[in-house]
């Protein structure tokens, strides 16, 4: 007997337990928009607008070729995801609820952009900000997918939190009408 | 009246571990009430929600088990199914063998599946490099030490001990400053997600109506091991499938509440697939390991409501017995009251049946698990268990008293005797181990009996 077969016969069949109706979730007052941005910061991430790009100027830049070009003047390209300074993507959805970000996967976008370099800026339609996760896992597409709420962290060392162990150590969300 | 293993290994703890281990739970334990009740209006109902989902999902395992893997087949995940961990490790190093040369890195993410089935081990004896990427286990792994909570692997650890061990690996000059210890580490390990050619991680849902494989943290170490190299391998227990993708939000809620105290975790991925042909990076191979282990036989038991537990930590973080003894005092990789209970009901009473002691059966865990597992009510029924397999022994004034309590001859001329016991000055048998930190009740009155046979 293979191995699938024995742990199935094991396990054998159901006794007609019933599947409860999913959480509803939370329902959200007020604008999304402020909320989100509330949240956003104090996960440690930060709303920008496109001037705070300036500050930037030099930077190498890993960029998702999704993101729209006028974004990226004066910072250097680069095609080495691992050395860049700053990964730049668009983000689907955000999340008001928890100022998080959905991304995925999909031609032109890499995992890595958001990951691998030290500082990640997500590109954002003011209209794809949704109110809670259970809104956006209904929209969550047919590939892989990535949450995103704030930077990476770690309290592994006494509980202090250290950003940026792994992924990104700054979060930046740029908001486009 | 040798003690207890768990509290012989706690009575040797230095007072460092002891403060490390009281400090990090209680915080844990602090945060998770004020995160759960901003999250949901009723913590209490959402807990009842879960719990009725998973009792779902454990009574109609075998078709989501299935129908999971014909989802996950339909995108390209190849799903492996293992009845052990002898056969789950097989499996494992066979994949790495016919994708890796000898000596190949694994990078690999945080995984209590792993930790359970010793992958670590059998990856090294069949000529591969483990490379663990999470911060706590990275340290765990360079001190041959072993992980001492679920979530929080080196909670008995504190920074001076850390500072130390990087000292030893050269990761960089001398610090003992959390921030600087923690870019040494991931300098350190960025070349092991480059230079990786399989990723190993473990699963924390897994939805069957789609086939997706959902895994949470928040250092981006996962994300790294599941995305970089060429070839992903997720380990999961039987028991963590899901039935539907709208029941993400709520698991995901809880576990970051009951976790971490925190209202998301940072990452949320979920794989869906390997790397399509229209998609520039990813994995060209996911593999999932369906791992029973011996899950599939506690579904039958009376300690089949112990397999809705989504690994949060947090009964850990409020006992009372873990927060004085460590998670290493329990012996297996799973500790604390989920420990007790899991470590038993997978390897047998005899092995770890003594583990239902560890517990004053307070009942903290029942109150603070996120799926409602009635561990007190457990831990009871594996004391009785134990108690007759002979592996767990009262002491002996205890074991005088349980033969008087249940002969009420006995119980009579104890009773008798007792004002004579009283008088006598000899140091009172109760008065070591249990009674040690106790005061005992003064007899008042009359005898029970003798006021029940007079009345009125």
């Not at chain 1, 952009?113 to 956006?136: F, G, M, Y």
């Not at chain 2, 339909?74 to 994708?99: F, M, P, Y």
């Not at chain 2, 190299?229 to 509440?257: Q, S, T, W």
């Not at chain 2, 239902?356 to 009510?377: D, F, M, T, Y």
């Amino acid at each position: 007997m293979s191995d699938r077969e024995r742990i199935l016969s094991v396990i054998g069949g159901s006794t007609g337990v019933a599947l409860p109706s999913p959480w509803p979730g939370p329902s959200l007052e007020g604008a999304l928009e402020n909320r989100f941005e509330s949240e956003l910061k104090t996960l440690g991430a930060e709303l920008v607008t496109a001037d705070r790009l300036k500050e930037l100027a030099g930077a190498s830049v890993f960029a998702d070729s999704d993101v729209p070009e006028p974004l990226l003047r004066g910072l250097v390209r680069t095609e080495d995801v691992w050395s860049a300074d700053l990964g730049i993507t668009l983000a689907d959805y955000g999340i008001a609820d928890t100022g998080s970000l959905l991304l995925t996967a999909g031609p032109g976008r890499n995992r890595l952009a958001s990951l691998a370099p030290p500082h990640h800026i997500a590109v954002l339609s003011r209209t794809r900000i949704l109110d809670t996760a259970e809104a956006a896992i209904e929209v969550l597409p047919s590939r892989t997918a990535v949450i995103v709420s704030g930077p990476s962290r770690t309290a592994d060392i006494e509980g202090v939190i250290v950003r940026g162990i792994h992924g990104p150590r700054r979060l930046w969300v740029l908001l486009t009408d | 009246m040798p003690r207890p293993p768990v509290e012989a290994f706690a009575r040797k703890l230095a007072q460092s571990t002891t403060d490390s281990v009281r400090r990090a739970t209680t915080g844990a334990s602090n945060a998770r009430v004020a995160t759960l009740d901003r999250t949901f209006k009723d913590p209490g109902s959402a807990r009842h929600h879960a719990a009725a989902i998973k009792d779902y999902v454990l009574d109609h395992l075998g078709e989501l088990l299935q129908q999971l893997e014909a989802n996950c087949t339909s995108h390209g995940i190849r799903v492996h199914w293992a009845v052990d961990s002898a056969s789950a490790n097989e499996i494992i190093v066979g994949i790495c063998r016919s994708a890796a040369p000898d000596g190949a890195i694994v990078a690999k993410a945080k995984s209590m599946a792993t930790e359970e089935i010793h992958l670590n081990h059998h990856l090294e004896a069949a000529g591969f490099t483990p490379v663990e990427t999470d911060l706590g286990e990275f340290i765990v792994q360079i001190d041959h030490d072993t992980p001492s909570h679920i979530v929080a692997p080196i909670i008995h650890k504190n920074r001076f001990d850390i500072a130390k061990s990087f000292e030893r690996e050269k990761l960089g000059p001398y610090t003992e400053v959390p921030e600087e210890l923690a870019m040494q580490a991931r300098g350190h390990l960025r070349e092991s997600f480059k230079s990786a050619t399989i990723g190993v991680s473990g699963v924390n849902f897994a939805v069957a109506e789609t086939g997706r494989l959902v895994i949470v943290e928040n250092e981006g170490n996962n994300r790294l091991s599941t995305t970089a190299p060429r070839i992903h391998i997720a380990v999961m227990g039987i028991e963590k499938v899901l039935p539907r993708e709208a029941d993400l939000p709520l698991f995901l809620r809880l576990i970051a509440g009951s976790a971490t105290g925190q209202r998301a975790t940072t990452y949320m991925h979920g794989v869906l697939a390997p790397r399509r042909s229209d998609e520039p990076d990813g994995p060209d191979e996911v593999h999932l390991v369906l791992l029973d282990n011996g899950r599939s036989a506690v579904l039958h038991g009376d300690y089949r409501e112990i397999l809705r537990c989504i690994r949060c930590g947090a009964c850990q973080n409020t006992c009372p017995v873990y927060r004085q003894t460590s998670g290493h005092a329990y012996g297996h990789v799973y500790s604390g009251p989920i420990g007790a209970v899991l470590a038993p009901a997978l390897e047998g009473i005899t092995a770890m049946g003594h583990l239902a002691k560890s517990s004053s059966l307070c009942g903290a865990c029942e109150e603070v698990c996120p799926v409602q597992i009635p561990i007190p009510r457990m831990l009871l029924q594996l004391r009785d268990e134990a108690f007759r397999a002979g592996v767990a022994r009262d002491s002996a004034p205890w074991s005088v008293y349980a033969f008087g309590a249940t002969h009420p001859s006995t119980w009579r001329a104890g009773l008798k005797m007792l004002p004579l016991a009283e008088a006598t000055p000899v140091p009172h048998p109760l008065k070591s181990g249990w009674g040690e930190f106790r005061e005992l009740p003064h007899r008042r009155g009359r005898h029970f009996r003798a006021w029940w046979a007079d009345r009125p």
